[in-house]
């Protein structure tokens, strides 16, 4: 079971920049992830990052958002710059699971979230 542990949210006026941390209790080398909840909204992928590194963002976000990884410290890194106030929701780090030798392909795993607010 890994425990994932967010931290970095807070309020800024647009366009400001944030950087939200996630920690892992264990290391993975399976797909995390930052997915985001606006109030009435469904949650939405913001950014992927598979275990080569490669990394995928929502088109929303591209170009502002850079996602990484630091595997010696088990942490997810989410550099959020420019950001608009339709940034504002709760960021939830997530991280697929690793069953049998293999990488789920679900996101097993969830942090508690993490509150971003952006004012105009």
């Known amino acids: 079971q890994v425990q994932l542990v967010e931290s970095g949210g807070g309020s800024v006026q647009a366009p400001g920049s944030l950087t939200l941390s996630c920690t892992a209790s264990e290391f993975t080398r399976c797909s995390m992830g930052w997915f985001r909840q606006a109030p009435g909204q469904q949650r939405e992928g913001v950014a992927t990052i598979d275990g080569s590194g490669a990394t995928s963002y929502s088109t929303s976000v591209q170009g502002r958002f850079t996602l990484s990884r630091d595997s010696a410290t088990k942490t997810l890194y989410l550099q959020m710059n420019s950001l608009k106030p339709e940034d504002t929701a709760v960021y939830y780090c997530?991280?697929?699971?690793?069953?049998?030798?293999?990488?789920?392909?679900?996101?097993?795993?969830w942090g508690q979230g993490t509150q971003v607010t952006v004012s105009s």
């Open positions: 997530a991280a697929k699971g690793w069953r049998r030798g293999l990488c789920t392909n679900d996101f097993a795993y």
